[in-house]
């Protein structure tokens, strides 16, 4: 498969992928998740604005509903993408969010991926 979509033997493709892998560029493989399967139907981006972030990272780390989080510069201290089950899940996410320490929140529900 992978050698047809770039030109190459099957032998060629799994070679290039062991050198990749060897020298560091390819880090890992990942396994693609269907969220509404889960029952998670329901995705969003949260900005939070947050005055203290000290223990966010390993909090937001034991939650299985987020995808990613980030600290990032502007308005927000923090902005986390969420697979929720419905807006019952979301509401429940952002209840967390301020027991966390958020004082100001942003909710932007995805309605389509694009990638």
Request: aromatic share 4%; glycine share 8%; net charge positive.
């Amino acid at each position: 498969m992978l050698g047809d979509r770039v030109h190459l033997s099957a032998n060629a493709a799994a070679e290039r992928v062991r050198r990749l892998q060897r020298s560091g560029v390819i880090r890992g493989f990942r396994a693609e998740v269907d969220h509404a399967a889960l029952g998670r139907t329901l995705e969003a981006v949260v900005s939070a604005r947050m005055p203290h972030t000290q223990g966010f990272d390993d909090a937001v780390l034991k939650r299985d509903d987020v995808l990613w989080a980030a600290h990032v510069t502007g308005e927000a201290d923090v902005s986390v993408a969420v697979a929720c089950n419905g807006t019952t899940g979301l509401d429940s996410f952002l209840r967390w969010l301020q027991r966390e320490g958020a004082t100001a929140t942003r909710t932007d529900v995805v309605l389509h991926r694009i990638r």
